[in-house]
């Protein structure tokens, strides 16, 4: 069964450009507006789509590190993979 987490989010290019501190501090922003009331409906609804794109790119850095993090650690026989990761020397 797919879930909302499924979905591929279509993220603008300055999200992007963000990285994870950054994108995180944004959402967390998008959340106490939310939170707070204050927000109209058409406002809310937009912020809303915003902090959905903020966090899959969260969700993408964060698999990203976990990639990252995995491959250094592990290798075929359990010692340290110490090859460069994909795309670095």
Known sequence: MATS???KVDIPDDIKAMDFEEALGALEEIVRNLES????LEKSI???TRGT???AHCDEKLKDATARIEKITKSGNGALNTSPLDGEN
Do not use: A, H, M, P
Not at 37 to 40: E, F, T
């Open 37 to 40: 009331g204050q927000v109209s």
């Open 5 to 7: 987490t499924d979905k």
């Open 53 to 55: 794109q903020l966090r």
């Open 46 to 48: 937009d912020i809303y």
